[in-house]
């Protein structure tokens, strides 16, 4: 007798199971909520409108020795405005102190040590990271690829919005545990599994229908969450700055990238990071079976490994990168400091590079071993 396959009537049903889930639900909209709350103060809690508008006066200003002076005027020797008509420069403090230094009095600074001592603190930084001569090299060559001097615009915007979309792997990871922890561990728990695996549909079909449910769910809910978020940015505060070279907001990185590009990078890291979470989880149900556990072990082991991300010398350059790799670590603006690559084929790679590509194997392979334990347990079970 021919069988007669119903994955689309499985799909939906699992998926059904999820969105009956409470706490998912509860999650989600938590999550939902919290897109319009960043949208509002990644910005606003940061800067008022107001001044926002007095900062935006500056924009499209050769950073060269005529601005640095006017920003020196304008300061006292520790680079705080003096006048509330010069508020505009205030803009200018925190670059030009993350360069020339924030503990110590500024003094008389030109644009000719600003540029080179940005070269300067790069050096300290190879040396901090222990890279090899291959990697400098790669380095340098990027760093030619740089416009200079650089044209100053305020990056208020931009950083609310790189900080907004990295910040949603940390919820996505409290949506992903409370919806996807049970999937497979429901049924065990009921004891309902051995006659829901002697249906005709209840082996193969079942464990790719619970996949399919759970990774539909996770990512639909990142997305949605970055439509909600960068929607709000854009009605409340426009994209003005995202053009602009991402050394105005992080000086010492020499990748040649815009704001807006790092913006992209983080999207795409975001959605495939909750892809391997979403599937972690699955697969830790799925051996589990038990879904406060599969809870546990995936926030527990969240904290663990950012913890250990932490406390890992810089000097195990090879573990210490593969640690960074993990979502939690590596979805951060800041991932433009990573000046350590992967060398794979005579070839360096750059560690978001390098991520992307394991937020999709990891999740196969997982996805894969969990079928053969998912049959193994079908025969045991059975």
Known sequence: MKKNTRFG????????????????MIAFLIFFVFGFIQGEFEVSGNIDAETLETYKSLNGRTIDDELISEWSEACDE??????????????????????????????????????SERLDLIDDAYEECYLDEGEIDYWHSQEEKIEKPF????????????????????????????????????????KTDPMIRSAINGGKELYFAKILAGTTFAI?????????????????????GLEVAEQLI????????????????????????????SA????????????????????????????????????MKTLSKIINLFPGVMISPRLVYEFRLFKIGGTYFRSY???????????????????????????KSN
């Not at 639909?220 to 003005?240: K, N, P, Q």
């Not at 699955?282 to 932490?310: E, K, P, W």
């Open 9 to 24: 009537t499985l799909y939906g049903f699992e998926l059904r199971k999820i969105f009956k889930n409470r706490i998912a």
């Open 78 to 115: 520790y680079g705080k405005v003096i006048n509330e008509e010069d508020l505009a420069y205030e803009s200018m403090e925190a670059w030009v102190k993350d360069i020339a230094g924030w503990k110590k009095a500024i003094g008389d600074v030109d644009a000719d040590f600003l540029y």
């Open 151 to 190: 044209v100053w615009y305020d990056s208020f915007i931009p950083i609310g919005i790189q900080f907004g979309i990295s910040n949603t792997i940390i919820i996505m990871l409290l949506v992903v545990a409370a919806a996807l922890s049970t999937i497979f561990a429901s049924e065990t728990q009921r």
């Open 220 to 240: 639909a809910s990142e997305i949605i969450y970055l439509v909600v978020f960068i929607t709000y940015i854009r009605l409340r505060w426009g994209f003005d």
């Open 250 to 277: 992080y000086p010492f990185t020499q990748m040649d990238l815009s704001a807006g590009d790092l913006v992209m990078i983080l999207i795409v890291l975001s959605i495939l990071g909750t892809f391997m979470i």
């Open 280 to 315: 972690i989880t699955m697969f830790l149900s799925d051996i589990l079976r038990n879904g406060v556990g599969t809870m546990a072990a995936i926030i527990g082991g969240y904290m663990g490994i950012f913890a250990l991300s932490t406390a890992i010398p810089l000097e």
């Open 353 to 379: 590079q390098v991520a992307a590509v394991a937020y999709v194997i990891i999740p196969i392979v997982l996805l894969v071993l969990g079928y053969f334990h998912y049959k193994k347990y079908e025969i």
